[in-house]
């Protein structure tokens, strides 16, 4: 599995696929249900100061080839996640990444010490839910998304990535001001805002109305945010996300720029997606005589 080793940031990680959060629960709740070996790292659900009740259903639904979202983060706080889900971190077979959210900078800052206090491995910054009750979406500005990394930078010394939106205006803007922060790498993307209504009954497939939508249509818009970071910022490692569904998908995304990649809706669809997906890209880089996937990063070629 040599390699298959990929670096990002100051983290080594034994493949470049990474279980996205949200999509495993705390990942100690799918040890059984996924192959946790075939990731280098996977992300927990994000957790917030205090409980969040989340959204009202329906909150979920298919939407074409991809589907909608509007959990609204819906988690137990961060002194109960860390007391009922640390102890079972240091068990996992795979780098438990931790994911903080919050409605200011402080309540970040109050997450990630409780994320590092519990062991997890590294802390990711959701900046970007699309459907939180508060309406705040910090990735769309770099001022509040540098400032809510700040704090976090300030709050722990584990390495602290930052997952931004689609939605962003200018998103090369803001993923410079989140690594000028502290940042030592940027997820790129999160879902995108969507909507769905049912012909027949003229309602929303969300109670919501509006959520998140995710799944292979996202694909190109993510990869186009990892092309445009990736050359604007060459410095800066990025995390692609956003419709993988086969090794296709990853080789994809490491020729755009990526040194890593999530997996996300897949897993709604098939939990074990990873192993699958993780031999599809060992078997392109036997077909195609790559020794290691670091020679596939950002080696796409011009017209």
């Known amino acids: 599995m040599t390699g298959l080793v990929t670096v990002v940031g100051p983290i080594a990680l034994r493949t470049p ?13 799918f040890r059984h249900a996924a192959d946790l070996t075939a990731y280098g790292a996977a992300v927990a659900k994000s ?17 074409g080839r991809g589907m909608l979202n509007s959990i609204g983060i819906q988690n137990p706080g ?13 068990a996992l077979p795979v780098p438990v990444w931790g994911s903080a959210v919050a409605h200011d900078p402080e309540g970040f800052a109050v997450v ?11 802390v990711e910054v959701n900046l970007s839910c699309p459907n939180l009750e508060s309406g705040r979406l910090f990735a769309l500005d770099p001022k509040d998304s540098a400032a809510v990394v700040a704090a976090v930078r300030a709050a722990t010394t584990l390495p602290v990535g930052a997952k931004l939106s689609p939605n962003a205006e200018r998103v090369v803007d803001v993923a410079d001001a989140v690594a000028a922060a502290g940042a030592d790498w940027v997820v790129l993307t999160n879902t995108v805002w ?3 209504f049912d012909p027949e009954t003229r309602r929303p497939h969300l109670a919501a109305v509006t959520g ?10 993510a990869i186009r945010c990892v092309w445009e970071v990736s050359r604007a910022l060459p410095g800066l490692p990025v ?24 997996l996300g809706t897949v897993h709604f669809r098939e939990p074990r997606a990873g192993r699958r997906i993780l031999r599809g890209l060992e078997r392109f880089l036997e077909r195609h005589r790559i020794a290691t996937v670091a020679e596939l990063i950002g080696s796409a070629r011009p017209w």
């Open 78 to 90: 961060i002194d109960a996640w860390a007391a009922e889900i640390g102890p079972d971190l240091g």
């Open 239 to 262: 995390i692609g996300c956003g419709g993988v569904m086969d090794g296709r998908d990853v080789v994809e995304y490491l020729i755009a720029g990526a040194s890593a990649v999530q």
């Open 17 to 29: 696929l990474i279980a996205a959060s949200g999509t495993l629960g705390s990942v100690a709740d």
């Open 194 to 196: 969507g909507a769905a």
């Open 47 to 63: 957790v917030a100061p205090e409980a969040w009740p989340g959204r009202p259903a329906p909150r979920i639904a298919p939407a």
């Open 212 to 221: 998140g939508y995710s799944g292979p249509p996202l694909k190109p818009i």
């Open 112 to 122: 990630a010490k409780g994320l590092d206090a519990a062991g997890v491995a590294a």
